[in-house]
């Protein structure tokens, strides 16, 4: 097998034109990237899929890459070469990435330095792959934007998707009480074996009124939401005084009464990861691998794809009956 080093091409994930998964495109002769100044080209063993990933492609989403392109910003492999300045990272150490340049969805991919983590030996790659986007997401949303302090209540609506079960272990970790909601009795399972106090089933129709009976009158504080255009109306009426709802996912419109926010002095705060600062990606990542450390954050990894079946992949994320951990395409 040739290296990367003799090697001028390989496999990747392609997007020629915005649309739905069948524009997903693999191909076999793609450039390996060549690492500049402060980056790193590594070599790909397992990417995480994230939703946010889907919107891109479907062109939806606010931020359009330059056509064509590859997904993916979760990687997890090995340091194939490095650029100049790098002084952080060698050929040969296991690493994950928050952010790609060149996209995930390949062989090899290319990241700037600051944005690659050393990959502790307690975790594989699958479970590398599953951290970027999600906890750094979750710790954003429960701390940076959602001010959460311990003693407080968090509910974690879809909480057995990749961010999800971060924020349950996360939350769990730091003291709050974490309540969870997902679409089967298997999810609930998860997110009870991974920092939640309660699970609740979202497709129960009284589901809203068992977690007003957990939480009592004074409602829950922090409520992570991964379908807003869904659940944000519910979600209001759920809050306690000075309850915060983050909108972490969001697929389309939803009518709500502002009133229910006046009555509570409740806030909704819109999360993305894009927009962290450098100091913020540095506090996430200390927290991150300060969790690995302890031992508390393990990643759950769901359904695992090969690469060709990337637009599978993205079908399933959007319209299975419900997740079960972080999905990754296998190298």
Request: a neutral charge; aromatic letters at 6%.
């Amino acid at each position: 097998a040739a290296t990367a080093a003799t090697r001028s091409v390989m496999r990747a994930v392609r997007v020629f034109e915005f649309g739905g998964p069948e524009v997903l495109k693999l191909q076999s002769d793609v450039l390996v990237p060549v690492p500049k100044e402060n980056q790193v080209l590594i070599k790909v063993h397992v990417c995480g899929v994230n939703p946010v990933e889907t919107y891109i492609r479907s062109g939806t989403y606010a931020r359009k890459p330059a056509l064509p392109y590859t997904p993916g910003s979760d990687v997890a492999g090995v340091v194939e070469s490095v650029g100049e300045h790098v002084t952080a990272f060698k050929k040969g150490d296991r690493v994950f990435t928050l952010e790609t340049l060149s996209g995930g969805y390949a062989e090899y991919a290319v990241a700037a330095a600051n944005r690659v983590f050393p990959l502790p030996d307690k975790l594989d790659f699958r479970q590398g792959a599953a951290i970027g986007v999600p906890y750094f997401t979750a710790y954003r949303a429960l701390f940076q934007k959602g001010r959460a302090k311990a003693g407080e209540s968090v509910l974690v609506h879809g909480a057995s998707g990749g961010v999800g079960l971060a924020a349950c272990q996360i939350a769990r970790a730091y003291g709050l009480k974490v309540l969870g909601t997902a679409g089967t009795e298997e999810g609930m399972n998860v997110i009870l074996r991974n920092g939640a106090h309660q699970a609740f089933n979202h497709r129960d129709p009284n589901y809203t009124e068992k977690i007003k009976a957990c939480t009592g009158p004074g409602g829950v504080d922090i409520i992570v939401e991964m379908l807003s255009n869904v659940n944000l109306d519910a979600d209001l009426q759920l809050l306690s005084c000075a309850g915060r709802v983050m909108v972490v996912g969001c697929r389309g419109r939803i009518e709500i009464n502002p009133r229910d926010t006046m009555s509570r002095e409740s806030s909704i705060i819109g999360v993305s990861l894009f927009l962290a600062t450098e100091e913020e990606r540095r506090e996430c990542a200390t927290a991150i691998l300060g969790g690995v450390e302890a031992g508390w954050l393990k990643p759950v990894v769901g359904l695992e794809y090969p690469l060709e079946k990337a637009a599978q992949a993205h079908e399933d994320i959007i319209h299975s009956s419900g997740a079960r951990g972080k999905m990754v395409l296998l190298l």
